[in-house]
């Protein structure tokens, strides 16, 4: 099984209306995008520094899978949105053995 965790910093303006917007968009993936076999999304309460405000946890059954996610005309369009109203995001994907 693969993971794929990003985490986004969000711009200031409109920050609430947009994380809950964009935590909306990626959780309808998952009934849209066949190869993606979990999400979960979650807006941080953690006022650190370091903290990111949104994160998204997914899981794949291999990379096959997750490239074609990555590709997926619904997920470009959640992406475009995510780009619109981040300042940043950090990324890993790694294999679970099971």
Not at 19 to 34: D, F, G, N, P
Not at 54 to 82: G, R
């Given at each position: 099984?693969?993971?794929?965790?990003?985490?986004?910093?969000?711009?200031?303006?409109?920050?609430?209306?947009?994380?809950?917007?964009v935590?909306?968009?990626?959780?309808?993936?998952?009934?849209?995008?066949?190869?993606?076999?979990?999400?979960?999304?979650?807006?941080?309460?953690n006022?650190?520094?370091?903290?990111?405000?949104?994160?998204?946890?997914?899981?794949?059954?291999?990379?096959?899978?997750?490239?074609?996610?990555?590709?997926?005309?619904?997920?470009?369009?959640?992406?475009?949105?995510?780009?619109?109203?981040?300042?940043?995001?950090?990324?890993?994907?790694?294999?679970?053995?099971?």
């Amino acid at each position: 099984m693969v993971v794929h965790i990003v985490m986004f910093k969000f711009k200031d303006e409109n920050k609430a209306l947009n994380m809950a917007e964009v935590q909306s968009q990626l959780e309808k993936l998952e009934k849209t995008i066949e190869v993606l076999k979990s999400i979960e999304v979650g807006i941080n309460f953690n006022e650190s520094q370091r903290a990111f405000d949104l994160s998204l946890y997914s899981t794949f059954e291999n990379e096959a899978d997750l490239k074609e996610y990555v590709i997926h005309e619904e997920h470009l369009k959640v992406v475009s949105l995510i780009k619109d109203v981040t300042v940043e995001s950090k990324v890993v994907d790694y294999i679970i053995n099971e």
